[in-house]
């Protein structure tokens, strides 16, 4: 698998070819900035959404899928930030070997939450069989 750098200055040949990655790159960075300022997480996208449209990075897809695109990296950045709370808590709680336990614990509260199998499968490295058998218990 080969990955690119594509955070401002990190491939600025490849950027400055396509204005559609410059203008993604450009956007994830303005959230990125709009946190490290002190901006609550769907605040940072909200504006970096209506900064996207009237900088013109992007602003004819954020115009048509505003909605869509708040949704999706607001739930995107968040399991990003409970994957790292569970690591956390799990190395602080010794459950640092893979045990199962927490995995199950957030796996339920995730359902609960109305999350998508797919991304407490992600989350919690459970199986689908898994966290099917926890969707259906409940």
């Given at each position: 698998m080969r990955v690119v750098n594509i955070n401002p200055g990190g491939n600025t040949s490849l950027?400055?070819?396509?204005?559609?990655?410059?203008?993604?790159?450009?956007?994830?960075?303005?959230?990125?900035?709009?946190?490290?300022?002190?901006?609550?997480?769907?605040?940072?996208?909200?504006?970096a959404i209506d900064w996207s449209i009237s900088a013109g990075a992007l602003a004819d897809?954020?115009?048509?899928?505003?909605?869509?695109?708040?949704?999706?990296l607001y739930t995107e950045f968040n399991i990003n930030t409970a994957k790292k709370v569970w690591q956390e808590e799990s190395f602080a709680d010794g459950f640092s070997?893979?045990?199962n336990e927490r995995a199950v614990e957030i796996a339920k509260n995730a359902l609960e939450m109305g999350m998508q199998i797919d991304t407490i499968i992600k989350l919690t490295g459970l199986t689908r069989?898994?966290?099917e058998s926890l969707h259906k218990a409940q």
């Open positions: 950027l400055s070819k396509s204005a559609t990655l410059n203008g993604y790159s450009a956007f994830v960075e303005r959230v990125r900035s709009n946190q490290r300022s002190g901006m609550k997480l769907r605040g940072a996208i909200r504006e897809f954020m115009d048509e899928h505003k909605s869509e695109v708040e949704s999706m070997d893979g045990s069989e898994e966290v």
